[in-house]
């Protein structure tokens, strides 16, 4: 699966300053009081750390480093005033906008699914991307902005097997955060009545067709226990 990762860098008049890793190369500087040992803990050469040092503090307007040297214990290599200033506001920075990325896109996702039965049997499609790449599963997809879900899952059911569709009653939410292995999804799944159309696969879709509900294949996410669930409610419903 992929992740998706941010990556924030400091700039002043248009000049970049640190982005994360030579805000890590200041930080251990802070810490440790010495270049030699961040270098070595960054994997780099003392020259190479140095040089580093030397374009944060061109572009950040003074030095961010003092350093001094000899005596019984050695020299030490600590922050400046402007290093502590130029490390603090891009820590404070980046950990607000982390924040604020993380409370808002891993919020939970909304998405509609569509059951359709007809003469004993269930609409499916097989699924073309992945997640479940090739199983079957219930025709739905995402909520867009501003739209209803109740006209969300007639749009996706029309989208992906070219049935239009009205709506016979809302069958149940399902919530769990692991029901959806990219993440925490919330869909809300309805009965639908087909009006009119011909079955055939779109969008998503690499295939739509009738499926024997006593016949279900192996499905994706837990489609496969809404489905075993609502027609649990009522034997009427293999009738629609």
Do not use: Q
């Not at 961040?38 to 140095?50: C, D, F, I, L, V």
């Amino acid at each position: 699966m992929y992740d998706l990762r941010l990556k924030f860098w400091l700039v002043r008049d248009d000049r970049f300053i640190i982005s994360d890793g030579r805000a890590r190369l200041l930080r251990i500087i802070k810490d440790t009081k010495s270049l030699s040992k961040a270098a070595k803990e960054m994997g780099m050469s003392y020259r190479h750390a140095w040089g580093i040092i030397h374009r944060i503090s061109e572009n950040a307007g003074g030095d961010v480093v003092t350093s001094t040297r000899g005596g019984v214990h050695g020299g030490e290599t600590e922050l400046s005033k402007l290093g502590e200033a130029v490390l603090r506001e891009y820590e404070n920075r980046s950990a607000h906008l982390r924040s604020l990325f993380e409370n808002n896109w891993k919020k939970p996702s909304v998405t509609a699914d569509g059951i359709v039965i007809r003469n004993g049997k269930i609409l499916l499609i097989k699924r073309k991307n992945d997640p479940f790449m090739g199983y079957h599963a219930l025709p739905g997809g995402f909520l867009n902005h501003g739209e209803r879900l109740e006209d969300c899952v007639v749009r996706e059911v029309r989208e992906e097997t070219g049935l239009v569709t009205e709506i016979v009653d809302l069958v149940g939410i399902y919530s769990s955060p692991d029901r959806d292995p990219r993440g925490h999804f919330v869909t809300a799944v309805y009965h639908l009545r087909a009006k009119k159309g011909t079955v055939r696969a779109g969008d998503d879709a690499s295939a739509a067709e009738w499926i024997d509900v006593d016949h279900l294949p192996e499905m994706a996410f837990d489609h496969v226990d809404i489905i075993k669930g609502f027609l649990a409610g009522s034997p009427r419903r293999l009738r629609d």
